[in-house]
């Protein structure tokens, strides 16, 4: 699993705006520089929700691949 996750924020009706921007890092960050690929076949991700102190988490299915 890789695990991602926004900043805090302060307002907690920017809760959809943390969780918004966890999901475009997670459609930008490309695993496979690091020996790793996203694998949604093998497990489901999750989404930890958001809170104002800790900001959002999600946590994305993924395997080592040969480099």
Do not use: C, W
Not at 9 to 33: D, M, N, T, W
Not at 35 to 55: E, H, L, R, V, W
């Amino acid at each position: 699993m890789l695990y991602f996750q926004s900043e805090p924020y302060e307002k907690e009706e920017e809760f959809g705006v943390a969780i918004e921007s966890v999901y475009k890092a997670v459609g930008r960050y490309k695993p496979e520089p690091y020996g790793f690929a996203f694998a949604y076949d093998i497990a489901p991700s999750f989404n930890f929700g958001a809170d104002a102190g800790i900001g959002a988490r999600l946590a994305v299915p993924a395997r080592h691949i040969s480099t």
